[in-house]
Nanobody
Framework: QARVVESGGGLAQPGGSLNLTCVVS????????MAWHRQAHGKERELVAK?????EVTYSESVKGRFTASRARMTLSLQMKSLRPEDTAVYYC??????????WGQGTQVTVSS
């Protein structure tokens, strides 16, 4: 019965910025890792950034140095800078263990196009 809701997606030009927000309710968030994932058209879903219950942050190599994830109680944020066309995807927020997702959001579309 946990709810995970993403917002903040939209259209950006290459080099631009967007900020995504994920709000989680219906579960004890501090017991779980939280993460951002993305799925581009016709491709598999991939991990973008994760913040563990202990506060450790990891990023995929493709976004390292450009994206910044932060966590505050029931909210997970993703600051995206220097966007590239290959960042175009549906971005999903999740809560879960260190190896398994327990709850997914519905996703928010990010489109980077010139």
């Amino acid at each position: 019965q946990a709810r995970v809701v993403e917002s903040g997606g939209g259209l950006a030009q290459p080099g631009g910025s967007l900020n995504l927000t994920c709000v989680v309710s219906g579960t004890i968030v501090n017991l779980w890792d939280m993460a951002w994932h993305r799925q581009a058209h016709g491709k598999e879903r991939e991990l973008v950034a994760k913040i563990t219950v202990g506060g450790e942050v990891t990023y995929s190599e493709s976004v390292k140095g450009r994206f910044t994830a932060s966590r505050a109680r029931m909210t997970l944020s993703l600051q995206m800078k220097s966007l590239r066309p290959e960042d175009t995807a549906v971005y999903y927020c999740s809560v879960g263990s260190s190896t398994k997702v327990a709850h997914w959001g519905q996703g928010t579309q990010v489109t980077v196009s010139s």
